[in-house]
């Protein structure tokens, strides 16, 4: 059974940091593209940003310069670090976990959610 399961998220001031955490079971993270995504309330859920198997990094344009994204393959961990925080970054964020084999989605995982909050 896979579960991903989210943690570090809170409420900050804005400038201010926090640092996301996913931990993954019955799934080797280093094996799929993992990402992170949020979704404010009254909003679609976006991309944040993503790492491929291979190490490589996407981010959405919003955050860019501001968040990292990184894997630790021997505690199969995804974070994702957050700088400058930004009353507009307050969401859900939530990670994934998925691959696809000739263009075509075959395993397609995500987490229950962590609430962040930015606000004074």
């Known amino acids: 059974q896979v579960q991903l399961v989210e943690s570090g998220g809170s409420l900050v001031q804005p400038g201010g940091s926090l640092r996301l955490s996913c931990a993954a079971s019955?799934?080797?993270?280093?094996?799929?593209?993992t990402g992170w995504y949020r979704q404010a309330p009254g909003k679609r859920r976006e991309l944040v940003a993503t790492?491929?198997?291979?190490?490589?990094?996407n981010y959405a344009d919003s955050v860019k310069g501001r968040f990292t994204i990184s894997r630790d393959n021997n505690k199969n961990t995804v974070y994702l670090q957050m700088n400058s925080l930004r009353p507009e970054d307050t969401a859900v964020y939530y990670c994934?976990?998925?691959?696809?084999?000739?263009?075509?989605?075959?395993?397609?995982?995500w987490g229950q959610g962590t609430q962040v909050t930015v606000s004074s």
């Open positions: 790492i491929t198997s291979g190490g490589s990094t």
């Open positions: 994934n976990a998925r691959r696809e084999t000739m263009g075509v989605l075959v395993n397609d995982y």
């Open positions: 019955g799934v080797i993270f280093s094996r799929y593209r």
